[in-house]
């Protein structure tokens, strides 16, 4: 893996909606407005955030939320064309950041070529073998085929990713975006590929680009295995996201105490990507029930080892409710401003304190691979020590109604949060938190 993954913190948006691009569009057709470019408005903000890597969802031609890709080489018309890319990524490059791509190679639109080409002719279509497709007895032209979708939707046809071919493909376009300045990948959906197939793309990918990030989308199952056998870098860890908001929710840190002890698992053999929004989910400030508890969650995303991800709009406190309907992601893939000074002003308290917690991971970069061990655990407390590279941090958390005090041995400084240390810097050291308090000590 790269050395650089290590100081990493990406600023995640969703291209399409940040922009305000249509809803659906002919993947074919012209570009009508070249609205890429918005988000290079939005750099030095990320950058004054903490950021230090831009991670795009799909900017590849599709019909309509991007998922649905039709041709992995053209940059989606809605949002602008190869030159609007190249100057997003010299402007990303030229403020220190980083850029990730998201890679929609385990499904495909209708429209995509290969799969227009069976649709045309049959049987006999030389792409026929790159999906999964029962043809009736007596095909006359024009009969559809069935074929294996993404999870039941009819617009997405699943790729065969035992066809060379494919395999072929998807190297091809990894390596043609990486070429053109991208830093890396993350693979959608990719609990749904064999792990094999990544086992064989990506050490040809890597041979051009030994220095590229690759993290897959992994919601479920062995991580560890899935990285091991995949030869990607990292997974999602969804895990630890639903632990994070679940135990705040029900006022049980034994949970988020069960979920990083299998994070420290984890990160005996990679670095997970870490998370508490995306936008595939619920926003975080919508998800919790207290409000009072999102600096706690934040707190514990930018302490425990991974690779921190922030969705945009996030650090602002926005609200959003994921819901399971035709369209039920709009909440929490909306439009941005045109520029950072077009946001309420209600959000820029959150924003800092974001600032506050990043700039406490960047100073930190043993964060990445660091360890947690619980001192102290409750229903409504928890007080974890952060160990790595002899370097040692100490989370304290409190949701109660009540003042607490939590042991907190030798600490003699807080570093973020609000806290009265007693007996500092001695093994009996505590930390006296107020109702619903937390701090990061040192």
Not at 257 to 286: C, E, I, K, M, Q
Not at 391 to 406: G, I, K, N, P, Q
Request: charged share 20%.
């Amino acid at each position: 893996m790269a050395d650089w993954i290590r100081h990493a913190v990406w600023w995640h948006l969703y291209p399409l909606g940040f922009v305000g691009a249509p809803a659906q569009a002919d993947a074919g057709a012209p570009v009508a407005e070249h609205r890429l470019s918005r988000i290079e408005g939005w750099l030095d903000y990320a950058v004054e955030l903490g950021a230090s890597g831009l991670a795009l969802g799909p900017v590849f031609a599709s019909h309509t939320h991007g998922y649905d890709t039709v041709d992995h080489f053209r940059v989606d018309p809605r949002l602008g064309d190869d030159r609007d890319f190249d100057a997003l990524v010299a402007a990303a490059h030229g403020r220190g950041l980083r850029v990730l791509l998201d890679g929609v190679f385990n499904h495909v639109g209708r429209g995509f070529p290969a799969f227009a080409e069976v649709l045309r002719r049959g049987p006999a279509a030389p792409t026929a073998s790159w999906f999964h497709l029962t043809w009736p007895q007596a095909w006359q032209p024009g009969t559809e085929p069935e074929y294996a979708t993404f999870e039941g939707h009819h617009g997405l046809v699943a790729l065969n990713h035992g066809e060379p071919a494919v395999a072929e493909h998807v190297a091809a376009v990894m390596e043609h975006w990486l070429d053109r300045g991208a830093d890396g990948w993350r693979l959608d959906a990719a609990y749904a590929v064999p792990p094999e197939f990544w086992a064989e793309v990506l050490p040809r990918v890597r041979a051009a680009h030994p220095g590229a990030y690759v993290v897959g989308e992994v919601i479920h199952g062995d991580y560890a295995e899935i990285v091991a056998a995949s030869g990607m870098d990292s997974v999602t860890q969804y895990e630890l996201w639903k632990a994070i908001w679940s135990s705040l929710n029900d006022v049980n840190l034994f949970e988020l105490a069960w979920a990083l002890d299998r994070h420290n698992d984890l990160l005996a053999s990679f670095a997970p990507l870490t998370f508490v929004g995306n936008h595939d989910v619920t926003r975080l400030a919508s998800r919790l029930h207290d409000e009072r508890h999102l600096p706690h969650a934040l707190a514990v995303l930018f302490t425990v080892g991974g690779t921190p991800a922030v969705y945009a709009g996030d650090e602002q406190a926005f609200r959003g409710v994921k819901e399971d309907r035709a369209g039920g992601d709009d909440a929490v893939r909306p439009e941005f401003p045109p520029a950072p000074d077009g946001l309420a002003p209600h959000g820029w308290d959150t924003y800092r304190l974001h600032q506050h917690l990043i700039g406490l991971r960047r100073r930190h970069p043993w964060l990445h691979r660091a360890r947690t061990r619980t001192l102290h655990l409750a229903n409504g407390q928890l007080c974890l020590e952060v160990r790595g590279e002899d370097a040692r941090l100490v989370l304290a958390l409190s949701l109660d109604d009540h003042t607490t005090e939590l042991p907190a041995p030798e600490v003699t400084s807080v570093h973020a949060g609000t806290a009265e240390l007693l007996r500092p810097g001695r093994p009996d050291a505590a930390v006296r938190l107020q109702p619903h308090g937390w701090a990061v000590l040192g």
